[in-house]
């Protein structure tokens, strides 16, 4: 070592010059550290921020030694502990709700159906499985119309592509399916852009109801075959004197069309002077619902007078009168009203 460097040396110990540049040395140190503590702080605060949806810090609006004071990091610590609170009490609510609607579904006692877009199954109820599926398959994921159906291709009147078509609920009636009838109500679900992202069809079979009604029909038209061709004349009358039916014989005697009796009334058929008798008979039946046998004159067409006697009752609804039924036939005597 050269005498310059040893006499500097000696100098610098002795003046205390090796423990400065130490010190000096320790100082720059720990002030990168801190550079960089502050740089992780604020660079996991703005993370933690963008994750809550809210703008990361600018070091205007926070320096680093107010970052220090205010422990952003704590404060967005404790945010989301009450976020996280908050989330827990709402899926506390969805799961209580979903406990609902399963439960729902299952008492349903209708078929209830889900599809995606792709018509794939992607729920349904135990009454739609007792209604269309063996026990024990499973369908999720297969398309409605192969389960359902039991084709390939969808058929050319598919519900599900009507409302994928028209994006709106529609219901069709009786639908018909290897011997059964089903009513059917269906409804999209969409998503926030207004895109159908599921179906929910829900069928309501009304087999037996349709059967009743093609029996009511049938007995409706044997019962009106059978006024039809009766000798007697046959008239049915609301409360307020308008005919709600006359059979053939009703409308030969009196000379009148089909296209006549809508715009008669009882006062019109009724002889002046059996009126009061006629219509004191009318009221009394109508308000005690007692009928009976009655004799009156009817007046034809053509001003002819007709006597008839004939048994008359009265049909009622909630407790109020609907219909009177009057049988009638021809008498030979003279007018009398009795």
């Known amino acids: 070592m050269k005498l310059g460097e040893r006499l500097r040396g000696v100098v610098d110990n002795l003046s205390g010059g090796g423990e400065t540049q130490r010190l000096v040395a320790e100082n720059d140190l720990l002030r990168e550290r801190e550079r960089q503590l502050h740089e992780y702080m604020r660079s996991k605060v703005n993370q933690l ?116 078509a028209c994006k709106i609920g529609l219901q069709r009636q009786e639908w018909a399916l290897r011997g059964h009838h089903y009513d059917v109500a269906a409804a999209p679900i969409k998503n926030r852009f207004g895109e159908v992202t599921h179906v929910v069809l829900v069928y309501n079979e009304v087999t037996e109801r349709k059967q009743m009604m093609e029996n009511l029909q049938e007995s409706e038209e044997m019962f009106r075959i059978l006024l039809e061709n009766s000798r007697d004349m046959v008239q049915g009358v609301t409360p307020d004197g308008t005919f709600l039916y006359v059979n053939r014989a ?65 049909s009622f609804k909630n407790g109020k009168p609907l219909v009177t039924c009057g049988i009638f036939s021809r008498t030979d005597e003279s007018g009398q009203c009795q």
């Open 49 to 164: 921020l963008r994750v809550m949806g809210t703008l990361p810090l600018r070091a205007e609006e926070l320096d680093d030694k107010a970052m220090r004071e205010l422990d952003p990091i704590g404060i967005v610590a404790d945010s989301f502990a009450q976020v996280l609170d908050h989330l827990n009490t709402i899926n506390e609510k969805m799961k209580l709700a979903n406990d609902e609607i399963q439960a729902i579904l299952t008492a349903a006692n209708v078929g209830i159906l889900v599809v995606d877009a792709e018509m794939k199954i992607q729920a349904f109820n135990p009454k739609l499985r007792e209604m269309f599926l063996a026990a024990g398959t499973d369908v999720l994921g297969s398309t409605c119309n192969q389960v359902l159906c039991g084709q390939d291709v969808p058929p050319e009147d598919c519900t599900f592509a009507k409302i994928m």
């Open 250 to 314: 009703w409308r030969q005697a009196l000379g009148y069309g089909e296209g006549d009796i809508d715009r008669l009334t009882i006062h019109d058929i009724i002889h002046p002077d059996c009126k009061e008798h006629c219509l004191g008979f009318f009221q009394t039946l109508m308000a005690t619902g007692k009928g009976g046998v009655i004799d009156a004159v009817f007046i034809t067409r053509d001003g002819t007078t007709l006597p008839v006697r004939g048994n008359i009752s009265c």
